[in-house]
């Protein structure tokens, strides 16, 4: 077994406004630029704010002269603002406890992972991570999949994906025959997708649970001893 868990919004959390948004918002951006945005912010590597700005700067024109100040107080804000969702640390310490292997895959740019690497300093530097700002590909990209698989030498039906977004973390690990768990404690965000399986459109997740604080080793046991029954 090993399990692989999203880090935004599965084990800690932040503004309710993501960082692409906020952006356009402070620099009056246009609004097809927030999916430019949030391509350059997840999926490169920038590891300095003035590197971003420069991005931005060459991007799109006309920017406000304040713009790298803006782009400094973005990035600090996304590492202070950064914290443990309820239940994350004892999972964590339970997979440890049990010895049950972990690494994280996630879209995150540099800044939220910085608070990420706070607020979990042990298991950040210990673990795998397979990160879209560092690995230049994103969710739902079946590419970050696959490399963290092949990376960890793990094989889809001894893997399970923990993640609270069905189109990014539950769907792409279903095509390459990973278990899911699916963490919905934000249900209004996931209404389209919770209809779609309700309505039989998309394949629903191995299990699905309201916080991340629910989920038990036996499950997992569970998922994977269910799935070689059934091969």
Do not use: C
């Not at 024109?61 to 994350?88: K, T």
């Not at 740019?109 to 979990?120: C, D, E, K, M, S």
Request: hydrophobic share 45%.
């Amino acid at each position: 077994m090993f399990v692989f868990l999203d880090i935004g919004f599965t084990l800690i959390g932040g503004p309710g406004v993501g960082p692409a948004r906020r952006l356009a918002e402070a620099l009056a951006l246009p609004g097809h630029a927030k999916p430019i945005l949030s391509d350059l912010l997840f999926r490169s590597p920038f590891s300095h704010p003035d590197q971003l700005a420069e991005a931005l700067h060459a991007q799109f024109h006309g920017l406000p002269e304040q713009s790298r100040a803006v782009v400094h107080a973005l990035w600090q804000a996304q590492s202070d603002e950064a914290y443990i969702l309820p239940g994350a640390a004892e999972l964590l310490e339970t997979l440890t406890e049990a010895r049950i292997p972990f690494g994280f895959i996630s879209n995150i740019w540099a800044p939220f992972h910085a608070g990420f690497t706070r607020l979990f300093p042990q298991e950040s530097r210990q673990h795998p991570s397979f990160l879209s700002f560092q690995l230049q590909m994103a969710k739902p990209d079946l590419a970050l999949y696959q490399t963290a698989l092949r990376q960890t030498g793990v094989s889809p039906r001894q893997a399970i994906m923990i993640g609270d977004t069905y189109g990014m973390d539950i769907a792409p690990p279903q095509q390459l025959g990973m278990k899911t768990v699916w963490i919905l404690h934000r249900p209004q965000q996931e209404l389209a997708d919770t209809l779609h399986i309700l309505n039989g459109r998309a394949p629903a997740p191995d299990l699905a649970l309201a916080h991340i604080g629910q989920v038990q080793v036996e499950q997992l046991h569970t998922l994977l001893t269910e799935s070689k029954h059934a091969q």
